[in-house]
């Protein structure tokens, strides 16, 4: 594989769909949350995305049954009160390098204009660093209006104090200039264990604002499948480094998202 592809597993028809982008990152918050609403409000998976900037290994998971590093979309029709669109991106890993992310997201946000995509929302994690009492959710915004509308759902708007790394930012500035709105929800958390807690308080926010009718209770057993799975993934990845000489820490790209 010499570049990022997307085989499409079924053709669909959508109508101006809303994006939803929730890769692994800090806490895994956002993919917490988007596995849950695909699996609570039965999104179909329709195209997955593979490079060769994702990391250079595969999962074993149950049964010796082999997974690819991926990233897949799912999508879901006239969802909620509003009866929107949505394409959902989840996956288990996001690019290792600055070309690599640039190349990915580069694709999905190709991917995604044809679908007619006007709102992009990426959701992810804040990492404190330290226990969080109560859990905020801290937002950004591409427009003024969109930044007023995250106030209202008492959302504390970020004030330059760094930027949004990954995947979770680098959507929203590519997709600005294609002429795509977008948010970034971002729920605190310490960063160094899976934080449903911070989940739950971005799916709070994010059902508020797109008007989804969402179970939310279920979302702590949720967290303890991601558990297991990110605890596989962290001796893989240690394994891969020590064969690699590579230090602890040096390939991570300290994602926000």
Do not use: W
Not at 53 to 75: D, T
Not at 139 to 167: C, F, N, P, Q, Y
């Amino acid at each position: 594989m010499k570049k990022t592809i997307i085989n499409l597993l079924e053709e669909v028809e959508l109508n101006e769909p809303i994006f939803i982008e929730a890769l692994p990152g800090i806490g895994h918050v956002g993919k917490l949350v988007a596995e849950h609403l695909i699996h609570e409000l039965g999104a179909t998976k329709f195209a997955e995305l593979y490079s060769p900037s994702f990391p250079p290994q595969v999962f074993v998971g149950e049964n010796g049954i082999i997974e690819p590093m991926s990233n897949e979309f799912y999508f879901l029709k006239s969802a909620g009160e509003d009866e929107k669109d949505y394409i959902i991106l989840i996956g288990n890993t996001q690019g290792l390098s600055p070309e690599g992310q640039y190349d990915i997201c580069g694709a999905i946000i190709d991917f995604v204009d044809k679908y007619g995509v006007k709102d992009i929302y990426t959701l992810g994690g804040l990492g404190t660093g330290q226990h969080v009492e109560k859990t905020k959710v801290m937002g950004a915004a591409t427009t003024k209006e969109l930044a007023s509308m995250l106030e209202e759902h008492d959302v504390k708007l970020r004030s330059a104090d760094g930027g949004i790394i990954g995947a979770s930012g680098l959507l929203l500035g590519l997709g600005m200039s294609r002429g795509m709105r977008g948010v970034c929800l971002m729920g605190e958390t310490p960063g160094y264990f899976i934080d449903a807690d911070a989940s739950k308080a971005v799916l709070n926010t994010l059902i508020s604002i797109l008007k989804l009718d969402v179970d939310v209770a279920k979302l702590e057993e949720r967290a303890e499948e991601t558990r297991k799975m990110i605890s596989k993934a962290q001796q893989m990845e240690q394994e891969m480094a020590e064969r690699m000489h590579i230090a602890p820490g040096e390939e991570d790209l300290r994602y926000i998202g």
